[in-house]
């Protein structure tokens, strides 16, 4: 008998504070991609390398153990991202966050034409952040400049 309820209170214990973790999770507000800047892409080297500007709108820090996510450029998945890291994004703040991504050369290949063919590029950047209480996603969707895409990809190409 006094097994039992010794189980029951470690169960109700666990209990308790999975719904506390759920209620905090809750509280917390996802980052917001506020920017994203290509800063270096190398072909040959099959990586990107981009800054993107978070915004922490929570009324304090987030701890960041690690980002991971990926890029879709005309919905062909192009590229994934994996960064440990130990930093953290101050309360109501943009921090700009350097990630850098590895391409999948054939889906690349893909996207380059049908961004010729199309005559847009239309990109959907998503990722999760694992925080101090837990993974938070965040997305952006938007559209490149042809001049900006062609300005990057040429000096790759060799052009």
């Known amino acids: 008998m006094l097994f039992i309820r010794i189980v029951m209170m470690v169960l109700i214990c666990f209990g308790l504070m999975a719904c506390q973790f759920g209620a905090l999770k809750n509280i917390v ?6 920017s994203i800047q290509l800063k270096s892409f190398s072909v040959q080297d099959k990586i ?7 915004f922490n709108p929570n009324a304090f820090s987030l701890s960041i153990d ?14 994934k991202f994996a960064v ?13 966050i350097t990630l850098p991504m590895t391409l999948d050369a054939e889906m690349l290949g893909r ?36 001049q900006g895409v062609i300005k990057t990809l040429i ?3 060799g052009f």
């Open 29 to 34: 507000k996802a980052p917001e991609v506020k």
């Open 66 to 79: 690690s980002f991971d996510g990926g890029i879709k450029l005309n919905g062909f998945d192009v590229g």
């Open 155 to 157: 000096p790759s190409l």
């Open 111 to 146: 996207a380059t034409r049908s961004v010729l063919a199309d005559g847009q590029a239309l990109y959907h950047f998503k990722g999760g952040v694992d925080t101090s209480v837990g993974n938070v996603t965040f997305s952006k969707d938007g559209e490149l400049s042809m």
């Open 48 to 54: 990107v390398v981009f800054d993107v500007g978070l």
């Open 84 to 96: 440990k890291t130990d930093t953290s994004l101050p309360a109501k703040e943009v921090q700009t």
